[in-house]
């Protein structure tokens, strides 16, 4: 069982009954779920994810005015209930962990993870918001929010980002990705610099992780867990596995001794599998770019498609 449905069915057990019977009065100024840092916020935890800020626990937010009356009482109560669970053992937290369940002032809450406690309107105050905090902010799930403070403040940011700034951040990594896979790599690999070839291959896949993220309107989550979260994804979530071969193709040094300074700059090193996995990925990006109508372009180069989708009314 997923750690989000523990913690749901650890609410449904002890939380609820808590909260309504020691603190009626507050009931309907209160939100309940689990929301915030972690792989079970995700979806994404397995038995390794056990060892640490892991196991029976929910998180109650409480608007600042109310948690500055309550929210002692409530952390306190919190505290008083059952510590192991459905054979869960109870929560160890780390110093890092601390102060991510229990009772949180809702405000507080955003403001720790976004560094602002309103959603963000202004395409600059977007651009200032790093991505894996909107995806941290947009976790988990809400069991329970009779307010709707905590739900109005996380449907505004599952909105998404505005026109303006999808398409911009777009063309960044449409760019950064033509830049490390379809070009840099090649140059470092005819120089016999492998660590910088190593990096190419990182950026241009950590790049092109980001261009499906941002095809399917779902914020990325932090870099770890890029790749896993791929295979939720419906747009070019095939590009998933693609990814996973250029990680798995036999020392690619050979296909490129001898290569001169003017070699392989207008055509492909076809004997190095990685160029092949590249090309392949990118060419399922290109197709993808032109049956959104983001880009009427055919070139295979990344870059060749960052002024249209740029444009709103491209073509």
Known sequence: MKGLEVSEKYYEAYGKPMLYEQFSEIADMMAAGLVGYGSECLGFDDEISRDHDYGPSFCIWLPREVYARYGEKVQAAYEALPKEFMGFAARVEEKQGKGRVGALCLEDFYQGILGRDSAPKRAQEWFAIPEAALCTAVSGKVFEDRFGGFTKMRE????????????????????????????????????????????????????????????????????????????????????????????????????????????????????????????????????????????????????????????????
């Not at 241009?204 to 867990?225: C, D, G, H, R, T």
């Not at 250029?246 to 207008?266: I, R, S």
């Not at 399922?284 to 009427?296: A, D, K, R």
Request: aromatic share 10%.
């Open 156 to 315: 505004a940011l599952l909105a998404y980002y505005p026109e303006e700034v999808w398409r911009k951040k777009l063309a960044e990594s449409l760019a950064r990705a033509a830049q490390a896979g379809q070009y840099n790599y090649a140059r470092a690999m005819k120089r016999g610099e492998r660590i910088a070839a190593e990096i190419c291959l990182t950026e241009f896949a950590k790049e092109v992780m980001q261009i499906v993220y941002l095809l399917n309107k779902k914020y990325a989550p932090i870099y770890k867990w890029m790749h896993r979260g791929l295979r939720e994804l419906s747009v070019c979530g095939e590009i998933g596995d693609m990814l996973s071969l250029l990680y798995q193709v036999p020392d690619p040094t050979e296909a490129w001794e001898g290569a001169g300074p003017g070699d392989f700059l207008y055509q492909l090193n076809t004997g190095d599998g990685r160029v092949v996995v590249i090309e392949a990925v990118c060419n399922v990006l290109v197709q993808t770019l032109n049956e959104m109508g983001l880009s009427s372009v055919q070139d295979n180069f990344l870059q060749s498609h960052v002024k249209e989708v740029l444009e709103v009314n491209s073509f």
